[in-house]
């Protein structure tokens, strides 16, 4: 049996020296504006991504990829190596149709691959940095049965946390309620944002102003992890000030082992707005 292959998809917003060096097939979902379509974070990056976004009259929209770009890269590796095992991890299905293109895929290739489709229930480097663990494992030589349950356990491990300037995007994505949107924009609300279990948006707190939110999601990860070693990514949209000083924020505060920063792709900024911030934090 050959070495275990990662695919995953491009809102896992992995930097692209990451997954190059890791040897992690990624699918791009689709950023539309207007009649103009581009794949995420492949004919469109962030910093192109969140400048058109500035200049557009009209929000974009998001759409996933089909079964048949996912068999073309599952074929693709099973002609590389035919006996290697193949994991592929996606954005939640909550979220987007992503993991059920996936699935189908799959189906369409039954009996000729070993192929397991894991539903993140997250989104962002949420479920990237789960899919970057699981391809050092693979690259380790781990087996497909060791990575999914360090994978899982990684899960069960993190907390994440966004911040968004406006819940303008959120709410004309379908992501939340248009009364919370209105009320956030009227008293400066800022809503702490996560998933739940199922892997939805939920508003975990709203406070009023960026500096008590920040305050309020250090509480918050006081409450799951303490004093106990930790490591986190930051991520964040079109600036990076409000995430750097979350990040200065925490270091103070806990015992953290490592740190990692990623950019928020097209497609979760499409959802979540030019002004962005995220932190992924998980025991060691």
């Known amino acids: 049996m050959g070495m275990v292959r990662i695919v995953t998809d491009s809102t896992a917003d992995i930097p692209e020296e990451v997954r190059e060096r890791l040897g992690i097939s990624m699918i791009p979902l689709k950023v539309l504006f207007g009649e103009e379509t581009f794949l995420d974070a492949v004919t469109i990056k962030s910093d192109g991504f969140y400048e058109k976004l500035a200049q557009s009259a009209t929000l974009p929209t998001t759409s996933q990829?089909?079964?048949?770009?996912?068999s073309e890269v599952y074929e693709k590796l099973l002609a590389e190596d035919a006996e290697s095992p193949i994991i592929s991890i996606h954005l939640s299905a909550a979220l987007s149709g992503t993991y059920q293109s996936a699935v189908i895929a799959h189906s369409m290739l039954?009996?000729?691959?070993?192929i397991t489709i894991m539903d993140s229930r997250?989104?962002?480097y949420g479920f990237g940095m789960r899919v970057v663990q699981a391809a050092e494992m693979a690259q380790a030589g781990a087996s497909k049965e060791r990575i999914i349950e360090a994978i899982e356990q990684r899960e069960?491990?993190?907390?994440?946390?966004?911040?968004?300037?406006?819940?303008e995007f959120l709410q004309k994505g379908g992501r939340i309620g248009k009364a919370s949107a209105l009320i956030g924009s009227i008293l400066n609300i800022k809503p702490i944002l996560s998933l739940d279990a199922d892997g939805?948006?939920?508003?975990?707190?709203?406070?009023?102003g960026s500096k008590k939110a920040m305050s309020r999601i250090i509480e918050l990860l006081k409450q799951t992890y303490g004093d106990v070693p930790v490591g986190m990514t930051m991520a964040y949209s079109f600036?990076?000030?409000?995430a750097e000083e979350l990040c200065e924020q925490i270091k103070s505060q806990f015992n953290v082992q490592e740190i990692g920063w990623t950019t928020i792709g097209a497609v979760i900024g499409t959802h979540t707005g030019p002004g962005a911030s995220a932190v992924f934090m998980y025991r060691m």
């Open 110 to 114: 039954e009996g000729q691959a070993d």
């Open 65 to 70: 990829p089909s079964p048949m770009e996912f």
């Open 122 to 124: 997250s989104a962002s």
């Open 156 to 167: 069960r491990d993190t907390q994440l946390y966004f911040l968004v300037d406006t819940l």
């Open 200 to 208: 939805v948006v939920l508003a975990v707190d709203k406070v009023r």
């Open 239 to 242: 600036r990076k000030d409000t």
